[in-house]
């Protein structure tokens, strides 16, 4: 880029450091400094269990939500990627729509959808499938599938650009010289798509981290998850001070998870083209 | 997003409480006799706050809908203020006003236990009480920092389905009793309190005697595993609207939920009733902001969210509980035996303490959420 242009940056800058950057260091600051100067919020983190576990909790959310992206979300973007314009576009359609909608509606209908008296259980028991309604909801199973709902996209997109520019020539390819469909695939194509599979996976899992009305509506007592605390912390107690050291706390996290990808993949490499 | 926030988001997710047309068609008798009033004490009081403005800041929805024609809209026809509806109330956003020094609000509508922390933190201007009728409110929902304009409750809720004469749980103790009354319950997961204070009635603590044993660690303690030995079939909702919908679906037989919400849930057909045996009341108060600009305009404003006309329409409109019991003279009795302050029903509960949740919730709050974990 020249630096003739570099004032076009100007606005979003500005923008950015009044309304993103200044109020998020304030509140990171408030946790060294609020209700005094020094770490003391950052030792109740560590001394109480519950922060601790919340922590913990969190991270493993989040990465199941990021692995079970990728599962269903690899098999979908190949599909787009190589499937007629029409079928194409109807997928994209069908995978966008939760995009279209509040979250907290969408955490509802999944309410209405899981719960005992709700269609699945209900279908599920007038089929003969099982004899008693199974608990889909309240429960981690329930937070999951809201948030795999919903994170879905940002798993599938990533993945289905790097698979339209494969060269179909290299599967075929391997093939000719006698790769058998399995080999061809962990060698040939996986490769060629790990790329988009990382930034999937890490735009999915940076993004569930900050998860707060799923866990909220669809879980049970046991899947409380970080920013459930730090609003608590601001919303219920006032006490800015913790709760920025909470935030910190998810933002170190955030930044190491990121610099970890860095290292694998160029972001570049994903959205850059 | 912020969500916790109990009211908020219960106005955000189920929209209006009623719709305007429920609204007209329970308060149309009621609005056109304050009508009326209004016109005869604009001659008599016009012209106090001309020119004058002040900014109200409530829960949005329909309760601020509300609030504006029963108490704002009055106010502005008799005084000549000008009345700024704002909102919705978000505590964190009242701190960091206040203590930047640049109040934005003149009056809020908060909850019970943010009037005892804002108090604390000195976020209140103290009340003139010279310039309030304050012997109308009874004096249980009254402060020198705060009036109370309406009371709710937490109350036991249960499903008129499963239960029906009379054969529901009819303490804290049968809910928590899975043998006798079968099936899911449903309390609240997002703050301990109420919670704490149901469990512990239920483990037989008197009420007397409740946060005096509340205070100490072996109160908590008995209340916690009072809670794990229902946890196997018990629901936390996290907002009023899934605690309805858990009953409406039939997700849950009993358990805690508040009047005004069971009572909305009924009107929409759902098969719910409330006891209102050991019920938990707490109260929404009108505070000024520190530093505020239109303190006297505030005051007047909170004066006439104390007269019992007013109080009484509103209860008319979405059957939220008046602070002044004269309003009840003007009250549809349909609506009477959902209110957490006539006489019969304030009578089987009692108020929540929250000077006690104020110097406690952060070490409660804490030993709730790693409950919760494990």
Redesign the interface.
């Known amino acids: 880029m020249r630096i003739g242009y570099a004032w076009l940056i100007v606005p979003a800058c500005l923008l950015l450091g009044v309304f993103f950057v200044w109020p998020v260091f304030w509140l990171l600051l408030k946790s060294v400094t609020s209700p005094s100067l020094g770490i003391a919020n950052f030792v109740v983190l560590v001394e109480?269990?519950?922060y601790l576990?919340?922590l913990w909790?969190t991270i493993v959310i989040s990465g199941s939500t990021a692995i079970l992206c990728a599962l269903i979300g690899y098999p979908l973007a190949y599909t787009m990627a190589n499937t007629g314009p029409r079928a194409r576009r109807l997928l994209i359609f069908i995978i966008l729509i939760p995009f279209w909608t509040s979250?907290?509606v969408r955490s509802?209908a999944w309410?209405?959808l899981l719960?005992?008296?709700?269609l699945v259980n209900q279908s599920l028991v007038s089929f003969g499938i099982i004899a008693e309604p199974v608990a889909l909801i309240?429960n981690r199973f329930g937070v999951l599938t809201g948030m795999v709902q919903v994170l879905l996209p940002f798993m599938v997109f990533p993945l289905y650009s790097v698979m339209t520019r494969i060269d179909k020539s290299l599967p075929s390819a391997a093939a000719t010289l006698g790769a058998p469909p399995v080999r061809n695939f962990l060698r040939v194509y996986l490769p060629l798509t790990l790329p988009g599979l990382v930034t999937g996976t890490m735009l999915v899992f940076i993004s569930a981290l900050g998860y707060?009305?799923t866990p909220?509506?669809l879980g049970?007592?046991?899947d409380?998850m970080i920013a459930?605390?730090i609003?608590?912390q601001?919303?219920?107690?006032?006490?800015?001070g913790l709760a920025g050291a909470l935030a910190v706390v998810l933002l170190v996290g955030t930044c190491i998870c990121l610099a970890v990808v860095q290292r694998f993949v160029s972001v570049r490499s994903v959205m850059g083209r | 997003?912020?969500?916790?926030?109990r009211k908020e988001l219960m106005e955000?997710?189920a929209g209006k409480k009623l719709s305007r047309r429920d609204m007209l068609a329970l308060g149309g008798s009621a609005a056109l006799a304050a009508g009326l009033a209004g016109v005869s004490s604009k001659a008599r009081a016009a012209g106090k706050f001309d020119g004058k403005s002040v900014v109200f800041a409530s829960w949005g929805g329909a309760y601020q809908d509300a609030q504006k024609v029963c108490y704002c809209d009055p106010f502005a026809q008799k005084t000549g203020a000008n009345v700024i509806q704002d909102g919705p109330m978000?505590?964190?956003k009242f701190?960091a006003m206040v203590e930047a020094g640049d109040s934005v609000w003149d009056v809020g509508d908060i909850t019970h236990?943010f009037l005892f922390?804002g108090i604390k933190?000195n976020l209140f201007e103290k009340l003139d009480l010279t310039k309030i009728n304050v012997a109308r409110v009874d004096e249980r929902y009254r402060n020198d920092y705060g009036i109370g304009d309406i009371v709710w409750s937490y109350n036991i809720g249960y499903s008129t389905k499963t239960f029906k004469d009379g054969t529901h749980p009819k303490s804290w103790a049968e809910v928590f009793d899975l043998a006798k009354f079968p099936g899911?319950r449903t309390l609240p997961?997002?703050?301990p309190n109420a919670t704490l204070e149901v469990a512990a009635l239920a483990d037989g603590v008197p009420v007397d005697k409740l946060y005096e044993i509340l205070a100490t660690d072996e109160g908590i303690d008995r209340a916690l595993k009072k809670l794990s030995s229902i946890?196997d079939k018990?629901?936390?909702w996290?907002?009023n609207?899934?605690s309805q919908?858990l009953f409406i679906?039939?997700?849950v037989t009993c358990g805690m939920i508040l009047n005004g919400r069971a009572y909305d849930a009924a009107q929409k057909g759902g098969q719910i009733a409330v006891d209102w045996n050991q019920n938990i009341q707490s109260i929404d108060y009108l505070v000024i902001p520190r530093g505020a600009n239109n303190i006297e305009t505030a005051l007047g404003l909170i004066d006439e969210m104390t007269v019992a006309e007013n109080q009484a329409k509103l209860a008319n409109m979405i059957a939220y509980s008046p602070t002044n019991k004269e309003a009840f003279a003007t009250i549809d009795q349909k609506i009477v035996p959902w209110l957490a302050t006539s006489p019969e029903n304030a009578a089987k509960g009692f108020v929540i303490d929250g000077a006690f949740w104020e110097k406690n919730?952060?070490k409660i709050?804490?030993r709730w959420?790693?409950?919760?974990?494990s």
């Open positions: 109480r269990p519950v576990r919340v909790n979250l907290l509802f309410m209405v719960q005992k008296q709700g309240f707060y009305v909220a509506l049970g007592p046991g409380t459930q605390l609003q608590q601001i919303g219920n107690m006032g006490n800015w | 997003m912020r969500l916790n926030n955000l997710i978000d505590e964190a701190r236990e922390n933190n899911t997961g997002n703050s946890k018990l629901i936390l996290d907002t609207s899934q919908q679906d039939g997700e919730l952060e709050s804490e959420e790693e409950w919760k974990l």
